[in-house]
């Protein structure tokens, strides 16, 4: 079971600013869907040695679920697998499979006249070098192979950090993999709600949360200028799939009931606290 999940999100074009890190929301969306909420989100260089000592230092929280974002192509920055290797104390060697996962890759690049050559360069090559024992997984959409590695306790997956490669890999791979560590199904729904204020919705969400297990609700806050109704990003987790919608049908009644007495009340307010009617 899943007890602690980290992201690690190496880029020094993120440091700098010049590239926005979007990688890591979307991952800790993902991951809430699948009833695994992130603790820590951490940002760092492209450097081998800091690499490994953010790895060993969500070893030592008992991380049990570490992803990581970047560093896995062909470049000289490209660090992580090095990283990876180095925190677990060995050293990368040329993984077969991934480098048969390489040499398909180029080939069908060369096949659509993206590239010049299929040929395997050096840095081509670099691409596979992973820590023994190392698996590395399919990237439909890039070059690099993904990485799943076990150090002790803490399972790593290591991802490529654009975005579309990253989103196809965690759909298409990581999700099976997921699954195998949760023991709930978790659904998700967004509603339109009629507050649109999210100060006076936020009480309403939280005696919700507080009177039901198993139910996350958080507010999408929308600009008032765009006078759109707000949205309401409900979450439940159960252990069938039967108990889940049934835990779905009652937060979103819970949701609309909690509104509509609102609403209610408000109205009483406005129209000063008693009923008005028209002289006849």
């Known amino acids: 079971m899943i007890r602690r999940v980290e992201l690690l999100i190496i880029g020094n074009e993120i440091l700098a600013g010049n590239t926005l890190d979007t990688n890591s929301q979307w991952l800790a969306q993902q991951l809430l869907e699948r009833d695994l909420r992130v603790n820590q989100i951490l940002v760092i260089e492209d450097d081998e040695e800091l690499i490994a000592q953010a790895i060993k230092g969500s070893m030592q929280r008992q991380t049990t679920l570490l992803i990581t974002s970047g560093g896995l192509g062909p470049t000289f920055d490209d660090q992580t697998a090095k990283g990876l290797a180095l925190a677990a104390g060995k050293k ?165 009931q909690s509104i509509t007495a609102h609403n209610k009340r408000s109205h009483w307010k406005r129209m000063g606290g008693k009923n008005k009617t028209s002289d006849s």
């Open 92 to 256: 990368p060697l040329l993984n077969p499979q991934a480098l048969k996962m390489i040499k398909m890759r180029y080939k069908r690049l060369k096949e659509q006249g993206l590239v010049k050559t299929s040929r395997m360069t050096p840095h081509r090559k670099k691409m596979a070098l992973l820590p023994p024992g190392a698996e590395p997984l399919p990237n439909s959409v890039g070059t690099a192979p993904a990485i799943k590695f076990q150090i002790n306790s803490t399972i790593v997956f290591c991802l490529p950090g654009v975005p579309a490669e990253l989103k196809a890999i965690f759909s298409e791979v990581l999700t099976p993999h997921l699954a195998t560590l949760t023991d709930q199904t978790v659904l998700q729904e967004i509603i339109q709600v009629s507050i649109p204020d999210e100060s006076t919705l936020a009480p309403l969400i939280d005696k919700i949360m507080d009177n039901s297990n198993g139910i996350y609700l958080k507010s999408l806050p929308t600009p008032y200028q765009t006078r759109r109704p707000p949205r309401v990003v409900i979450t439940v987790s159960a252990p069938t799939k039967t108990e889940a919608e049934l835990l779905m049908q009652q937060a979103i009644k819970d949701l609309q």
